[in-house]
């Protein structure tokens, strides 16, 4: 697909980030939009950006969804079908998501399955809402975000990440198995998977926010004191710094994490967009994820020994990406 003008396209975590740039720049290029959060004050955001760049006529619709809820997806299916005055779409990015979840151990079970649940049934369900409906375009595109946790289960050996690693995981092989599935039986329709490496947004603090957690600034004594644990976990001092300052740091982390990145989240939607536009199914987002991408090819028995780590390390990659808001 080469030109986005007067297509429609369905994008889910439209509210920042990565979702918030491809709304923005597909509207700019006259797509017609729609887009799904939990966030109504982000959407608003995004919309007003959106209309800002979008030439007159381009149409830009919000709905309120929870990607990990079926009926809620299925209802954002029947509002487009409603506002867009449509019976097809011509692109779908699978793209919400949320960390958290690291450890079976020491995390509560809700979250990690909340984590889960996000990141895999919101795409499961997505692609189950809207495959009809790129069905019915005489050619459809279905982007599913994955992330380099999607082929490498870690942020580093003394990091737990397991349930956004098992969900990435779950992205990557559906998305691969659907090539076939779609080449015998819409072979107009395309799924391109996303794997994108270090990128600046907000997803420390909106995870928060989704899986309920108190944002650093509301941290409690008790709350600090799992973050205590998990930095000595790391070998480091927990204890060198007063409640207030820690509260402090863990703030700062979450914002460097958005603002110290090696991408931003704008020049991650352009990669993105051009993968679908030359129609590659494998669109590897940042020179982390690349490099990631061919460590891991080259000795995978490795990859989760700290040497892996140090090396990655040493080539300037995933650095700010390690930090306790994260896992
Ligand atoms: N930022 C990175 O470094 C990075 C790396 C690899 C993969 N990813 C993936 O990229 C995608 C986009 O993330 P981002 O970095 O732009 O983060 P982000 O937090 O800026 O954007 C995600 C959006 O999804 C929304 N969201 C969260 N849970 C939701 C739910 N249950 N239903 C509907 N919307 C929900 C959030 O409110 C937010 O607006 C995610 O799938 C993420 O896992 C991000």
Known sequence: ??????????????????????????????????????????????????????????????????????RQVLGFKDAVVREHATD?????????????????????????????AVCWYGVYYGTRAF???LAAAPEGHLVNT?????????????????????????????????INDLHVNAPHVHVHLVMPGHVGTSIVLNTSVVLGRPSP???????????????KQRGLPGDALSDDQLRVVMQ???????DKAPLGAAAAARIILDGVRE????????EDAKELDRMVRSDPERAYEPAFMDE????????????PGED
């Open 88 to 116: 097809h779409v011509h692109l779908v990015f699978n793209n919400a998501g949320i960390a958290g979840g690291g450890s079976l151990f020491t995390d509560p079970r809700a979250e990690w399955e909340r984590t889960f």
């Open 252 to 258: 700062q982390l979450a914002e460097d994490f958005r």
């Open 279 to 286: 129609g590659r199914w494998r669109i590897l987002v940042g």
């Open 1 to 70: 697909m080469q030109e986005f003008r007067n297509r429609i396209a369905v994008i889910t975590g439209g509210g920042t980030g990565m979702g918030r740039e491809l709304a923005r720049q597909l509207a700019a290029e006259g797509c017609h939009v729609a887009i799904c959060d939990v966030s109504a004050e982000h959407m608003a955001e995004t919309q007003a950006l959106a209309e800002q760049a979008a030439p007159r006529g381009t149409r830009f619709t919000t709905h309120a969804c929870d990607v990990s809820d079926e």
């Open 146 to 178: 994955s992330s380099v946790n999607g082929f490498w289960a870690s942020l580093g050996p003394d990091i737990p990440h397991t349930a956004y690693s098992a969900a990435k995981f779950a992205v990557k092989g559906f998305s691969e198995a659907l």
């Open 312 to 323: 990655l390390r040493a080539k300037g990659h995933l650095d700010l990406a390690l930090q």
């Open 217 to 231: 600034k509301e941290m409690t004594h008790e709350d600090l004191r799992v973050v205590r644990d998990r930095i």
């Open 131 to 133: 495959l009809p409906l």
